[in-house]
C-alpha cells in the first residue's frame, strides 16, 4: 500500500483506492482474516507519520463498527490526522462491498427523510461512502481476475479497466506505467459516441 503512494507522488493523480478486505471475506480462515487486520495495523503505526507529511489524507470507506477496537481506533486516529492533507486522497476500502455501500446510502437518505422526488443521481452519490469524490476514471484490478469482486459499483459505471495476471503484492512502478500509458491511449465517450 505504502509503496503505491510513493509511486502515485510521481504523477498528478489526486485519488487513489485500494481494496483491503471485502464484505465477503469474512469467510476466509480467521488466521487469514486477523493476518490482514495486522497489515492494516502495522501500516498505520509504520507509515503513518510520513504519509502525513506528505500530505497524503487517508479516508476510510466500508462499515468501520464491524471491525474489532483496535482496528477501528487506529483507522479513526489515521483518518483524523491525515484530515485537512490535499496532496493525494487515499481511500482504504476496508469492510467495504459495493453493495452494502449502495444499501447503507439507501438507509441514510430513508433515515434523514429525503423525499424520494428529490433523490437524484447526484443526490444518491453524496450518500455513498465515497461521496463528494470523482468517480473512479482508472480501475486497475490485478491477479489475473477479470471481476470487479463487488468493488466501487456505482462509482465505476463508467471506468476505464485494465486487467493484469500481476498478483498485488509483486505489482510495481513498472506495471502502474503499462496502465498508465494503456489508460492514455484510449477515447472516453461516456455514452455518447
Not at 480462515?29 to 497524503?56: C, D, R, T, Y
Not at 481511500?91 to 439507501?106: H, K, L, S, T, W
Not at 506495471?175 to 489508460?183: G, I, K, T, V
Amino acid at each position: 500500500m505504502y509503496r503505491m503512494v510513493q509511486y502515485l507522488n510521481q504523477y498528478p493523480i489526486k485519488y487513489l483506492t485500494l481494496y483491503g478486505f471485502s464484505t465477503e471475506n469474512w469467510s476466509r480462515p480467521e488466521a487469514e482474516v486477523s493476518g490482514l487486520f495486522e497489515l492494516v495495523l502495522f501500516f498505520v503505526e509504520e507509515h503513518l507519520e510520513e504519509m502525513h507529511k506528505k500530505s497524503v489524507q487517508i479516508r476510510h470507506i466500508g462499515r468501520l463498527q464491524q471491525l474489532p477496537l483496535e482496528l477501528q481506533d487506529s483507522i479513526t486516529r489515521a483518518v483524523a490526522l491525515t484530515r485537512d492533507n490535499t496532496q493525494l486522497i487515499l481511500n482504504i476500502a476496508f469492510n467495504y462491498g459495493g453493495r452494502p455501500e449502495i444499501v447503507d446510502a439507501a438507509r441514510r437518505l430513508v433515515a434523514e427523510g429525503v423525499k424520494p422526488e428529490d433523490i437524484t443521481e447526484e443526490t444518491f452519490r453524496n450518500y455513498l461512502y465515497t461521496g463528494g469524490i470523482p468517480d473512479v476514471d482508472l480501475l486497475i484490478r490485478t491477479g489475473g481476475e477479470n471481476r470487479l469482486s463487488n468493488f466501487l459499483l456505482w462509482q465505476a459505471a463508467y471506468s476505464e479497466y485494465h486487467f493484469t495476471r500481476v498478483l498485488w503484492p509483486d505489482f510495481r512502478k513498472k506495471h502502474l506505467d503499462q496502465a498508465l500509458l494503456s489508460y492514455s491511449r484510449r477515447k472516453r465517450r461516456f455514452g455518447g459516441l
